[in-house]
Nanobody, 124 residues
Framework: VQLQASGGGLVQAGGSLRLSCAASGGTFGSYTIAWFRQAPGKEREFVATINRNNNNAYYSDSVKGRFTISRNIRENTVYLQMNSLKPEDTAVYYC??????????????????WGQGTLVTVSS
């Protein structure tokens, strides 16, 4: 499956952005989709994930209550709505697809397919 992330940009602190992850070339509905991010000089970190059946979404503590992940199976797209953005949210955001077990949802290595990343910059 191929993933294409988009929607990044420059926003002031407190603002909002919506990222999109469009999938092609595979059975999108059979994968768990996640968002990760990587800030300069830091390791890639988990942001949010949504499972194949849209029944469960999980978030990192740093974004819980501010970010919302959703999935449109008919459009083969996953969205990340980001509200109340902070300067520390600045990073390249990546979407990923895989079939992780529940205990591995936040692990980079649990996902087999990655998009190219989209840059989010939050100014103070």
């Amino acid at each position: 499956v191929q993933l294409q992330a988009s929607g990044g940009g420059l926003v002031q602190a407190g603002g909002s952005l919506r990222l999109s992850c469009a999938a092609s070339g595979g059975t999108f509905g059979s994968y768990t989709i996640a968002w990760f991010r990587q800030a300069p000089g830091k390791e890639r970190e988990f942001v949010a994930t949504i499972n194949r059946n849209n029944n469960n979404a999980y978030y990192s503590d740093s974004v819980k209550g501010r970010f919302t992940i959703s999935r449109n199976i008919r459009e083969n797209t996953v969205y990340l709505q980001m509200n109340s953005l902070k300067p520390e949210d600045t990073a390249v955001y990546y979407c990923a697809a895989g079939r992780p077990i529940l205990s591995s949802l936040s692990y980079v290595r649990a996902y087999n397919y990655w998009g190219q990343g989209t840059l989010v910059t939050v100014s103070s």
